[in-house]
């Protein structure tokens, strides 16, 4: 037998074989065309849609090749296709059924409806869909093993199937009109995957592979849910049930005896790598098969192609920074370049091929879906366990009983909370925003700014050993204010919440005003640009949300309309060490964990007002901060808003002339000049500067500027110049507030 094989070609498009006879019409009928049993001839066409549907709209066909063109079994040399014919109407079954199932087949085939479809009904009136489905062979079998072997395979799957599909020499009659349907699938290299019929016997589904014998397998991938035979040769189990290395018998080359030394053996393992993801290694090819990177039951792996930055990742990467801590923070870093995760691969011994296999995924961070892989994202949020317990049985609390929840169930937590806040509507609009984060996983567009003239009151205690368990150790991070807006921030991804010690410094002004912006930036800001090491700045969901700690009085410079900071400060607030329940510092931690499942259900019960959550409370403390976050310019606006010609000092500005001393009829020496008194009346009553006198005033409050600088700062805070007639006198150009 000279065996056929439907090949590829130098197109990267296959051609498929059957034979055809051109003495067969379609104005015959079907008795009469199957009378015809000789001038069979063998014929080939290219796998694709239009070339099919011109086959089965103009030809007969047979799948099989034919000794001297006679069509009888015992003539039938070898089978290239599957002809699964559906046309029992007992079994009720539609070809959209069929199509909706085969849809995930991962190899080709075609469907066509016969000339008989709809020309028959089921008894309530429904007509009969009668389809034909053809599925190449990626290479040729016998007559015997499509009736022995195939037949059982495909029946057990499709009892709808006529019987007699399993007949190497049955005939098909042309369908002019065919209604038609093309499933192509293809492998990584783009080319067409035809199933190989002795591996679907195997293992009980059908699964498109390619020819051991060809060079080109580097991209044959297997399923998880595949089923492979363990070395007692009996057992089977699938591939994701594995946790450790298993000898099994290679599933992709089980039936290539060409390639086995000892075909009784197993000659393979399944195995998992030190990064989660399982491989089957042939000893028989010396070859390792990876998972097909989108199914969806590869999970817990960590490496995958990061589609957002173009690059591969490493998931629960632990930071130089933490090395050494007793719970050391994990993130994820994004390789800089091929040889980066070259060096990778080598360090873990894993084979470097595996990048090809890599699941791909943007990374996101999200607190309202579910973490890790999922489908086309890796989201870096992880619940804690106070976030994964069902509350729904508890009643909710209301905010009415808060305080005296606390002092009952959590005496210590609230003992420590009141001497940080002070007031108890302090505490209670804090653990409102605290439950409105945790509850809604949702950002607030509010901040926190606690402030304490005495140290060591459990500022830092209060988010490291309350907070930070209920919102997760990688998800909170309590830093140093000079880390704000540091350029690589990949840590920037995966905060939920995040804590800052005195953001405030006395030596530079410009650092101030960085942060002053950055912080708003972030605080209601929906995007944020994160910047990964040797990777470019991608913009992703901003979930930060902010609490700063100072003990400074000008912890942050506040513009006087803020409507993002919550201020406050206890102005007796006392140290830890002398509050009612310290004992000591070793027992303290213990003192609060024993408290933080309470607290945790006072938290995730609160009933939480989200405008609440949303708006900043205005307190002393607060408006103390604007105040001493006026620079000059602020001042000398907000003085001429007022009136208040006094602090203009025009006394100084404006000396006294010769003129003016002259005519002065006053006995003392306190003479006012007479622009003097013409600017103070201006402010005085029309809150104007003429702008004739603006450049003595302004390089008078503001000598080491230059005047148009000086001159562009207040406008930038709302001086304006307009026309103006004062007292009935002609128009000038005068400087007001708008």
């Known amino acids: 037998m000279n065996s056929l094989t439907n090949n590829q070609s130098a197109h990267e498009i296959k051609q498929i074989f059957y034979s055809t006879n051109p003495l067969i019409t379609p104005n ?91 020309s028959k009904y089921y008894e309530d009136g429904t007509p009969i869909d009668k389809f034909r489905v053809l599925i190449p062979f990626l290479n040729p079998v016998s007559d015997n093993f499509l009736r022995d072997n195939l037949k059982e395979f495909w029946l057990s799957k499709f009892p709808q199937l006529d019987p007699t599909s399993f007949q190497g020499e049955r005939y098909y009659m042309i369908s002019p009109n065919a209604e038609t349907y093309f499933h192509e699938f293809r492998d990584g290299e783009g080319k067409h995957v035809f199933i190989n019929p002795e591996i679907a016997n195997n293992s009980g589904q059908p699964t498109g592979v390619k020819n051991k014998s060809n060079s080109t397998k580097s991209n044959e991938m297997f399923k998880m849910d595949w089923e492979v035979t363990l070395s007692d040769n009996k057992t089977i189990k699938k591939v994701f049930e594995i946790s450790s290395h298993t000898p099994v018998f290679c599933p992709f080359c089980i039936h290539d005896s060409a390639h086995r030394g000892n075909p009784t053996s197993a000659n393979a393992f399944v195995d998992i790598n030190s990064v989660g993801y399982h491989y089957i290694y042939c000893s028989s090819e010396d070859k390792t098969y990876w998972p097909d990177p989108k199914d969806t039951l590869l999970k817990n792996v960590k490496l995958f192609w990061n589609t957002t930055v173009g690059q591969p990742c490493q998931t629960d990467y632990t930071t130089p920074e933490s090395l050494g ?102 505490v209670l609009r804090f ?104 990777v470019d700045a991608y913009s992703a969901r901003n979930y930060m949300n902010f609490i700063l700690f100072s003990n400074n009085d000008m912890a942050i410079a506040l513009d006087e309309n803020d409507r993002r900071y919550n201020v406050v400060k206890n102005e007796k607030a006392k ?67 007022s009136g208040d010609s006094d602090y203009f000092m025009l006394d100084e500005v404006f000396q006294p002339t010769h003129s003016d001393l002259l005519f002065n009829s006053s006995t003392d020496n306190n003479t006012e000049s007479s622009v003097s008194k013409e600017v103070r009346e201006s402010i005085s009553i029309y809150k104007a500067i003429p702008s004739r006198y603006m450049n003595s005033i302004i390089k008078f409050h503001f000598p080491k500027n230059q005047y148009r600088e000086s001159l562009d700062r207040l406008k930038q805070k709302n001086l304006i110049t307009i026309q103006k007639r004062f007292g009935g006198g002609q128009n000038q150009k005068v400087y007001m507030v708008k």
């Open 28 to 118: 015959q009928t079907k008795e009469k065309a199957a009378e015809i049993t000789h001038g069979w001839k063998l014929e080939s066409c290219n796998w694709s849609e239009p070339e099919l549907t011109t086959l089965v709209k103009t030809k007969a066909y047979i799948c099989s090749k034919l000794q001297d063109g006679h069509k009888t079994k015992s003539n039938v040399e070898e089978v290239y296709m599957c002809a699964l014919d559906f046309d029992n109407k007992a079994e009720r079954f539609t070809k959209d059924e069929f199509i909706e199932k085969a849809s995930k087949w991962q190899f080709s085939w075609f469907l066509h409806t016969t000339i008989s479809h709809h």
């Open 431 to 534: 653990l409102n925003w605290i439950g409105f984060l945790l509850q809604k996983r949702e950002k607030a567009f509010t901040a926190w700014l606690v402030q304490s003239k005495e140290q060591g009151v459990g500022k830092d205690f209060l988010f490291n050993f309350i907070l930070r368990p209920l919102f997760g150790e990688k998800q909170s991070q309590l830093l140093n204010g000079s880390r704000i807006g540091k350029q690589f921030n990949s840590m920037d991804l995966h905060c939920f919440l995040r804590g800052y010690n005195e953001v405030f410094t006395n030596k530079d002004s410009a650092t101030n005003t960085f942060r002053k912006e950055w912080l708003k930036d972030r605080i209601t800001g929906k995007e944020q640009e994160i910047e990964f090491k040797g």
């Open 325 to 426: 801590e007793q719970k050391p923070a994990k993130t994820i870093y994004v390789f800089k370049n091929d040889n980066d995760f070259k060096n990778f691969c080598t360090n873990e011994s894993i084979p470097y091929s595996l990048k090809t296999y890599l699941i791909r995924a943007g990374i996101i961070f999200n607190p309202k879906l579910s973490s890790g892989l999922n489908g086309q994202y890796y989201n870096l949020f992880e619940e804690t366990d106070y976030m994964k317990k069902d509350y729904s049985h508890l009643q909710a609390l209301k905010h009415e009983l808060l305080i005296t929840e606390l002092d009952k169930r959590v005496p210590v937590i609230s003992e420590l909370l009141k001497n940080i806040f002070g007031d108890d509507e302090y």
């Open 575 to 641: 140290k830890v060490k002398d509050l009612s329940f310290y004992i000591n510092e070793d027992h303290l931690p213990d003192q609060v964990n024993s408290e933080l499942e309470a607290f945790a259900e006072i938290v995730f019960t609160l009933e939480v007002d989200r405008e609440l959550a949303n708006t900043a409370i205005t307190t002393a403390a607060k408006d103390e901060l604007i105040g001493l976050s006026k620079d000059n310019y602020d001042k000398f606006i907000d003085a001429l808003a």
